[in-house]
Nanobody, 123 residues
Framework: QVQLVESGGGLVQAGGSLRLSCAAS????????MGWFRQAPGKEREFVGA????????NYADSVKGRFTISRDNAKDTVYLQMNSLKPEDTAVYYC????????????????WGPGTQVTVSA
């Protein structure tokens, strides 16, 4: 039974920071690239970033590059998304997911997803 659970979402003012966590269980965490995605109301789910199995390679969407940082702690089976300089357009439900592919894997290559955590950025 694979389970991914996001936490750390909430309400933050524009320009502020938030740190999301994704705790994994039921699988060998270090065997998978982990990705973060987000979905705003009425919008398609979009790629935020991904981190390779051992944390050496990261990949970010242009919209968050320089503001968001993905990291992972395989000893804790946890991946993080540090979000700085938040903007109202960052408001979305944020999801973590796993893939056997690399950091350029497509949305459909992610086979397990967490339930998501809401991030709301006020102006």
């Amino acid at each position: 039974q694979v389970q991914l659970v996001e936490s750390g979402g909430g309400l933050v003012q524009a320009g502020g920071s938030l740190r999301l966590s994704c705790a994994a269980s039921g699988a060998t965490f270090s065997s998978y690239t982990m990705g973060w995605f987000r979905q705003a109301p009425g919008k398609e789910r979009e790629f935020v970033g991904a981190i390779s199995r051992h944390g050496i390679i990261t990949n970010y969407a242009d919209s968050v590059k320089g503001r968001f940082t993905i990291s992972r702690d395989n000893a804790k089976d946890t991946v993080y998304l540090q979000m700085n300089s938040l903007k109202p357009e960052d408001t979305a439900v944020y999801y973590c997911a796993r893939t056997t592919g690399g950091t350029a894997a497509k949305l459909y290559d992610y086979d397990y997803w967490g339930p998501g955590t809401q991030v709301t950025v006020s102006a």
